[in-house]
């Protein structure tokens, strides 16, 4: 029987649980996001006149991979790395 204490328990647990598997879809479906700095555009005006420069964080693309695809991509090379065979290793 659900009570008013088991419900909030039991989505206590499951919101973060979905916030964090939707996440991890985000960052498996769309690895990149926008750029805060340059919005995307990849550019930067200046402050005075009508110039613009290319964003010197992006490089120009208006994309940064996010935060949690960098994380994936670190354990993916460790776990590479760790299990690599040493004759693997000779070649490259």
Not at 9 to 27: G, H, M, N, W
Request: a positive charge; aromatic letters at 10%; proline letters at 5%.
């Amino acid at each position: 029987m659900l009570t008013p204490n088991t419900l909030a328990a039991a989505a206590a647990i499951a919101v973060p649980v979905l916030l964090t598997l939707s996440y991890a879809y985000a960052c498996y479906a769309r690895p990149f996001r926008e750029h805060r700095r340059c919005k995307g555009t990849g550019r930067i005006s200046y402050l005075f006149g009508r110039g613009w420069r290319f964003c010197p964080c992006c490089g120009g693309s208006g994309l940064r991979l996010r935060i949690g695809r960098r994380l994936w991509n670190r354990a993916r090379r460790l776990y590479r790395d760790g299990t690599r065979n040493p004759s693997d290793a000779e070649r490259g």
